[in-house]
């Protein structure tokens, strides 16, 4: 391919999550949300007990995010609403004024300057009062969130075209009601994530239909939850138990999810065995995966009208048998998760930099979910603290993987109508605080007025951006790694300071 082309009403997008820059923690009656109990408690749980108490301070410095968005020339912006902002307990019961100007300010401004708003409901952070009637392991979440969802609807629905209901409930499910590392840290092995997921998928559900029988008609938007997924291969493509393992890998990932939603209500065939089989060894009369009921699988069947994918990464996934007495996800997934030595690294370390991971991974979506839709709702590269203003390694990443993308679409059918770069600028990256930086702006944190300055990958983006595709040739420089950033801030140079 001479030049990587992309449809000419391809979204180009960068995303963002309330939490992560807006700031105003307790500002004008918002009330706390897990995320604001899990920082304020300390424990070396986040890089230097950072916050996110300030952030970017989007709350109060949005024209200087509006600004950012209208240099790289983008069609669409991706962010989420503070659900605790909006309704300070979590519920209509007392619905916060000053938090619907708020988001009226960015919607409106977005669409003065002809950009989307795709706009999500909740991106991890949950309003602590909720999270204080059981969170997510609670089915009256269930209706709180379809609730809240109708508001939003309500509310916003008469601009905002494109929803998300639920951002990555995989990471969601795991790591916050499974192992607690991420808020509101509950640790229930063997049954949180599971409870979790099962209740998320409900309330994404009803969340969907609500749009679906009520606004639909009037409001002509789409509805959709976003699903993260790595890529993975056999580690010895030889090994049956390899490939085996491969496979749950990917149901346990992206399947669990994608399956009831895209294809028929229920989960994955496998990871519903390899649950019922441990279960049983356990002495258990049940599995630890909840069931389905008919009712249920007819309510979450078909319930996405596009897919949403975040991709950041790829695995090599060896077969091995976790031993332990007590139940947990980690147990019933049974393998062991493998960076290719020969993959660059960026920041943080998990991230192995493997940008055709997500062509192969956009075909198996192809195939697996009926050809669906997709948007690329993100993808980036982080560097460590203090990070390369001139990021050429960063602007390789995003090249080769645009590349990808276009072949995806050209060579092998992908219906892919979108990307997303995370992010539009650095910012409170969950427990790597401020240290993992994947802004296409860097943010100085150490400065009160936290000016956004653009980094080499900003000017490189909007050229693509303006072009709508790739040239051809590609930049004479190549991905290293691992990745590392110098201890002095490099300037921008010349006209490069601004795009």
Not at 43 to 51: A, C, E, L, M, P
Not at 380 to 402: A, S, Y
């Amino acid at each position: 391919m001479e030049n990587y082309t992309f449809p000419a009403s391809f979204a180009w997008g960068a995303a963002t999550a309330a939490y992560q820059i807006e700031g105003g923690w307790d500002a004008d009656g918002k009330g706390p949300s897990v995320w604001d109990t899990f920082t304020h408690q300390g424990g070396d749980r986040v890089f230097k007990n950072q916050t996110g108490d300030v952030a970017c301070g989007s709350y109060t410095l949005w024209e200087e995010d509006l600004k950012c968005i209208k240099q790289l020339g983008l069609t669409h912006y991706r962010f989420s609403l503070s659900w605790s902002r909006l309704l300070p307990d979590g519920t209509t019961g007392f619905i916060n004024q000053k938090g619907i100007e708020y988001y009226n300010k960015v919607i409106n401004s977005l669409l003065e300057n002809n950009i989307s708003p795709v706009v999500t409901l909740y991106h991890f952070d949950m309003p602590q009062a909720v999270e204080d009637l059981g969170g997510w392991r609670s089915e009256k979440t269930v209706d709180i969130f379809e609730k809240y969802a109708q508001f939003c609807y309500e509310t916003f629905g008469d601009r905002v075209k494109l929803w998300i209901t639920i951002n990555e409930p995989y990471i969601v499910a795991r790591f916050a009601y499974e192992e607690g590392i991420l808020a509101p840290a509950k640790k229930h092995p063997g049954y949180g994530a599971y409870e979790a997921g099962h209740n998320m998928l409900r309330a994404h559900a009803k969340a969907w239909h609500n749009y679906n029988t009520n606004f639909k008609k009037q409001q002509n938007g789409a509805v959709s939850i976003a699903l993260c997924s790595d890529w993975a291969e056999p580690f010895n493509p030889s090994s049956a138990a390899d490939k085996e393992a491969t496979n749950r890998y990917l149901a346990f990932y992206l399947d669990w999810f994608a399956k009831p939603v895209f294809i028929d209500g229920d989960y994955p065939v496998s990871m519903k065995l390899k649950i019922s089989e441990n279960s049983k060894k356990e002495g258990l009369k049940t599995s630890r995966l909840p069931e389905l009921t008919e009712e249920e699988k007819a309510l979450i069947k078909g319930t996405a009208d596009f897919f949403c994918l975040n991709y950041y990464t790829s695995r090599k996934i060896k077969h091995c048998t976790v031993a332990s007495e007590d139940p947990s996800f980690i147990c019933d997934l049974s393998l062991e998760e493998i960076k290719d030595p020969d993959w660059p690294q960026c920041a943080p370390e998990w991230l192995a930099v493997v940008p055709w991971g997500l062509r192969k991974l956009l075909k198996y979506i192809k195939k697996t979910f009926n050809n669906p839709v997709i948007y690329i709702t993100e993808n980036g590269f982080g560097q460590n603290d203090p990070p390369l203003l001139e990021d050429t390694q960063r602007w390789k990443f995003f090249e080769e993987t645009l590349r990808e993308v276009s072949k995806a679409i050209n060579i092998d059918g992908v219906n892919v109508q979108g990307y997303f770069v995370w992010s539009l600028m650095d910012n409170f990256e969950w427990i790597y605080g401020n240290n993992a930086r994947f802004g296409l702006f860097h943010v100085d944190f150490d400065q009160a007025t936290l000016p956004r300055t653009p980094y080499l990958s900003a000017l490189k983006y909007s050229n693509v951006v303006k072009r709508n595709g790739l040239e051809g040739q590609a930049d004479n420089y190549v991905i290293k790694g691992p990745i590392t950033s110098n201890k002095n801030k490099i300037p921008l140079k010349g006209s490069q300071t601004q795009i």
